[in-house]
């Protein structure tokens, strides 16, 4: 993989080749309790979190600590036994720690392995570690019928333990790992077969066409937030009225007043998984998922099974497992060959060719594109559900540009300019009222002119991406926001790429 820097001319200086020049040291300590660090697992395996950590840059590290684990600027001066004034200098850039006395504290105080900080391996490493929390106890997916009251139990079971849900526990749904493989394909096997009838007595309820239009009406309302805005404080609005569909569900309606009522609950279900993904609750955004294909499956609607399942092969992707992204969508297509429109085939290709551009396959990812675009262009006139429509040529564009800007990270001379050329032309289609989409945009193409040696361009998109990414409360925007953090690590950056990097680090400490 190609080093990340920055290019000035004909010259590359590589962040990766900045190293401390501290060297490791093994030194000898007594024994020491293992320390229960407050960091997840998961945020100790983020590639942002682990360069700034290995080139001691702690103005970053703290920053991402902050943001990924959750620590106040106290918190981590109690555990590292620093001041607050002193972590906060630090952050602000203002204060460079070269001591290694102080290195070895926040080692110990984070729990942090030495090897993260050129260190030898602190002594309380070789110690048996404490327990894990326990985790809650679920049936095996597969062993759960899919029976829509089964469904309604779910949704119900998820909402209000995500309501009430304590500081803890969303710390540990932060570190729950995603379900790949066999045991997440093959409980989702029932999504092709007939739902099963329900036996279980209702007391019959009262919801009329009314009152499905206002959900209906809401619903939409929070799609559209999720797609501006990310999660954040939005997706407690979603949670509260998905619990208020699964009330309702568990009263007998009218059958079309129910099958609507699905439809809703499968879309509410959606949200709340996309809003849990973009944060970071990669397990808990699968729970959702399969609600979301339950409700679908209930209310017959295939077209938005196979849609719930592109959100979930899409998770597949960001956690590097290409071929089970590969399986979910090739499930999705089985399940709407007759009934898909153009908007909705041309998105299913193009999960499938980032999947391929996952795995090396260069070829399979051209062609699958192609079949995208060949799709998109009949969808002028057909009528599609409104939840495809923001699937249009700027979106086939930026997702596209997206792929060959994987692609660039590997070979920048190969796919860098074509990954560019596709990200302007969604820039050009689609404007700040788009979010985080936008935002995306803005940071990816940043990073093409990074990888195109173009220093100026770089910094200009930079702080552009930077601006766009304050708008939006997504995660996963400022997530890949700090991944533009190393291509501005270097001790001759010119003046606008250290001013562009100050303001990432800006953002990402707020």
């Keep these: 993989m190609t080093n990340k820097g920055y290019r000035d001319g004909n010259s590359l200086v590589v962040g990766a080749a900045r190293r401390s020049i501290v060297p490791r040291i093994a030194l000898k300590e007594g024994p020491m309790d293992t ?47 620093l001041t607050p004034g002193k972590v906060s200098n630090i952050i602000s850039g203002r204060h460079h720690v070269t001591s290694i006395t102080v290195i070895r ?11 993260l900080l050129g260190l030898a391996p602190r002594p309380w490493e070789n110690q048996t570690p404490h327990p894990p929390a326990p985790t809650e106890e679920r049936p095996p997916s597969e062993e759960v019928p899919w029976r829509p009251g089964t469904t309604v139990g779910l949704a119900d079971h998820l909402t209000r333990s995500d309501l009430v849900i304590n500081r803890r526990a969303a710390t540990r749904a932060l570190s729950a790992a995603a379900v790949t493989g066999t045991a997440l394909l093959d409980a989702l096997e029932g999504w092709l077969q007939p739902a099963s009838a329900d036996g279980k007595p209702r007391r019959r309820g009262g919801l009329g066409e009314r009152d499905l239009d206002a959900l209906e009406a809401t619903t939409r309302a929070f799609r559209t937030w999720d797609h501006q805005y990310g999660g954040g404080l939005r997706r407690k609005a979603v949670l509260g009225q998905l619990s208020e569909v699964a009330a ?67 998770q597949m992707l960001y956690v590097n497992h290409p071929q089970d992204a590969l399986e979910l969508v090739r499930l999705a297509q089985d399940g709407v060959r007759t009934s898909a429109g153009p908007r909705l085939r041309a998105m299913l290709h193009t999960r499938e ?23 998109l262009s009949s969808a002028a006139g057909v009528e599609e559900p409104y939840w495809i429509h923001y699937f249009d040529t700027a979106e086939l564009a930026g997702v596209t540009g997206g792929r060959l800007l994987d692609l660039a990270r ?20 689609r404007g700040p009222d788009a979010g985080r989409s936008h935002a995306l945009d803005w940071i990816g193409l940043a990073e093409c002119s990074f990888l195109l040696g173009d220093v100026t361009g770089a910094a200009e998109t930079t702080h552009h991406a930077v601006s766009s990414a304050a708008r939006t409360q997504s995660g996963r ?9 190393p291509y501005t690590v270097g001790r001759d950056v010119p003046g606008p790429v250290r001013e562009a990097r100050d303001t990432i680090r800006d953002l990402l400490a707020t």
């Design 35 to 81: 320390p229960v660090s407050p960091l997840g697992p998961d945020v100790l395996e983020r590639d942002d979190l682990r360069r700034a950590l290995d080139e001691h840059d702690f103005a970053a590290a703290f920053a991402l600590i902050k943001k990924w684990a959750g620590l106040s600027q106290n918190k981590i001066a109690t555990a590292c036994d």
């Design 248 to 314: 309702a569900l568990g009263e007998r309606q009218r059958e079309p007043i129910e099958r609507r009522l699905h439809g809703v609950m499968a879309q509410l279900a959606g949200s709340a998984a996309t809003m849990a993904w973009d944060a970071g609750q990669q397990r808990r955004a699968q729970d959702y998922y399969r609600v979301a294909l339950r409700a679908a499956h209930a209310a017959g609607d295939t077209r938005f099974g196979a849609n719930v399942l592109a959100g979930m092969a899409r």
């Design 477 to 485: 925007v400022r997530q890949q926001l700090a991944q533009l953090y």
């Design 410 to 429: 590997t070979n920048p001379r190969e796919h860098a300019a074509a990954a560019s050329q596709e990200i302007r032309a969604a820039l050009a289609q």
């Design 105 to 115: 504290r926040i080692a110990d105080g984070l729990g942090i392995p030495g090897t």
């Design 353 to 375: 060719a980032w999947a391929y551009a996952a795995m090396g396959r260069h070829a399979a990812f051209h062609r699958a594109t192609r079949h995208a675009e060949d799709s």
